[in-house]
Nanobody, 128 residues
Framework: QVQLAESGGGSVQAGGSLRLSCAAS????????MAWFRQTPGKEREGVAG???????IYADSVKGRFTISRDSAKNVLFLQMNSLKPEDAAMYYC??????????????????????WGQGTQVTVSS
């Protein structure tokens, strides 16, 4: 139904910045929630930043103050601005989305089961 394609990953030195993008095949403004998750070998996929239809955002404690999630609905793109990157931020980053005809009771979430669509991921490496 919805295709998501991440881009912007790469290698950066600790303390540097990176901006990830997630291009959606449909209008992102129609999504009840969208989010960025990340995963490293041996660990479960964890939520990093999420945004609801009306702009409410949530962040993992580990990235709060350093990462910013935003959306350009006109261009069907979700962004993740990552500043002050640390080696522990290195991971495969995934874009996720959930769409419903009724978004009134839907809030941003880090529950993987509450997202219907996933991208293939973009790799982020951070060197010290």
């Amino acid at each position: 139904q919805v295709q998501l394609a991440e881009s912007g990953g790469g290698s950066v030195q600790a303390g540097g910045s990176l901006r990830l993008s997630c291009a959606a095949s449909q209008y992102t403004g129609s999504m009840c929630r969208m989010a960025w998750f990340r995963q490293t070998p041996g660990k479960e996929r964890e939520g990093v930043a999420g945004i609801g239809k009306y702009g409410r955002t949530i962040y993992a404690d580990s990235v709060k103050g350093r990462f910013t999630i935003s959306r350009d609905s006109a261009k069907n793109v979700l962004f993740l601005q990552m500043n002050s990157l640390k080696p522990e931020d290195a991971a495969m980053y995934y874009c996720a989305a959930f769409r419903s005809l009724n978004c009134l009771s839907v809030s941003p979430s880090f529950d993987r089961g509450q997202y219907s669509y996933w991208g293939q991921g973009t790799q982020v490496t951070v060197s010290s």
